[in-house]
């Protein structure tokens, strides 16, 4: 396990629900991100929190709603998904510091939930 | 210009073949290049990273070579097993001006090694 845990692993939702995903990281980071995974696409940035400040939105519709109460959690607050939003929702954290010299800088990702929008 | 460009998109190889997947790049502030790969059920987990100021980096039967000046790097596995079937993602990153070190990645390789 990469301690990175996300739930639910898998939802079903509707178009008009309102439903959360969950994200926690046992590692002490204090970066914490969301990406989108699409079939046959790249990974796409979602949402950064660097010491539970936004730091980054990648022009990310309205209906998706990050949330990071600490730095060891993040959620995604979804409501009035379109079915081109089904994929796989990937959680990350990372350290926040300058890169030092012999340390590999590393995201470490949770299993993902994989959202069905009906 | 944020782009990484990633191919081949699927390759096979039988055992103890040499898959070899390529990136290319245009943003010359990305200073940090790391590769990740996916098990299916799985998030991606870091493989092995370079950086600009060498050509090669090896760990264990994975190497990637960066060539600077053309924009592009790429990994190697030698000695490819059964076990190295997965989806093997480049990234790039600008992370000497970003605290958080945001990824872009490439499209995807899906490989398969037969037995």
């Known amino acids: 396990e990469t301690g990175v845990t996300q739930t639910p692993r898998h939802l079903v939702m509707g178009m008009t629900n309102k439903k959360s995903l969950k994200c926690e990281q046992h590692l002490g980071h204090n970066a914490m991100y969301w990406y989108k995974q699409s079939a046959k696409k790249p990974l796409e940035l979602m949402f950064v929190?660097?010491?539970?400040?936004?730091?980054e939105n990648n022009s990310v519709p309205s209906r998706f709603s990050p949330e990071c109460p600490n730095s060891s959690h993040l959620f995604l607050h979804l409501h009035t998904l379109q079915p081109e939003d089904s994929a796989l929702y990937l959680c990350a954290s990372s350290q926040d510091s300058p890169l030092l010299a012999g340390v590999t800088y590393e995201q470490y990702f949770g299993p993902g939930t994989r959202l069905t929008v009906t | 210009q944020q782009q990484v460009k990633q191919s081949p998109q699927s390759l096979i190889v039988q055992k103890g073949g040499i898959p070899i997947i390529n990136c290319a790049y245009e943003?010359?502030?990305?200073?940090?290049f790391p590769w990740y790969q996916q098990f299916p059920g799985k998030g991606p987990a870091l493989l092995i990273a370079i950086r600009p100021d060498v050509s090669e980096k090896k760990e264990g039967r994975f190497t990637i070579s960066f060539n600077k000046s053309a924009k592009q790097f790429s990994l190697h596995i030698m000695d490819s097993q059964p076990g190295d079937s997965a989806t093997y993602f480049c990234a790039a990153s600008n992370i000497s001006s970003s605290n958080t070190g945001k990824l872009i990645f490439g499209q995807g390789t899906t490989l398969q090694v037969k037995p």
């Open positions: 943003n010359t502030a990305f200073d940090y």
């Open positions: 929190y660097n010491f539970k400040e936004q730091t």
